[in-house]
Nanobody, 119 residues
Framework: QVQLVESGGGLVQPGGSLRLSCAAS????????MAWYRQAPGNQRELVAR???????NYADSVKGRFTISRDNAKNTVYLQMNSLKPEDTAVYYC?????????????WGQGTQVTVSS
């Protein structure tokens, strides 16, 4: 099994910034792609950004130019730098990872971290 633990959420004013982190832990595992999703009340969970092990990233149109996803493979950690935050970015943000544990591939989710953008 792989555990994903997010941190860095909170309350921020419009135009502000936050940096989310997600650390993976477990035994005998290797992480492949990692991603951030978000879910606002009454909405479906949506992809925010995804990054390959090699560092190639793609973003939802709604966050392009404002959010940056990055990762540290040595620390099994993925980050999401969020700038120029808007009230519509308010959501629970979830970390997601594809990982192989011994010989079995799986997809894993974190527990989520709340981001609230409000004045």
């Amino acid at each position: 099994q792989v555990q994903l633990v997010e941190s860095g959420g909170g309350l921020v004013q419009p135009g502000g910034s936050l940096r989310l982190s997600c650390a993976a832990s477990g035994s005998d595992f290797s992480i492949d792609g990692m991603a951030w999703y978000r879910q606002a009340p009454g909405n479906q969970r949506e992809l925010v950004a995804r990054i390959t092990r090699g560092g190639s990233a793609n973003y939802a149109d709604s966050v392009k130019g404002r959010f940056t996803i990055s990762r540290d493979n040595a620390k099994n950690t993925v980050y999401l730098q969020m700038n120029s935050l808007k009230p519509e970015d308010t959501a629970v943000y979830y970390c997601n990872a594809d990982a192989i544990v011994t010989t079995i591939w799986g997809n894993y989710w974190g527990q989520g971290t709340q981001v609230t953008v409000s004045s």
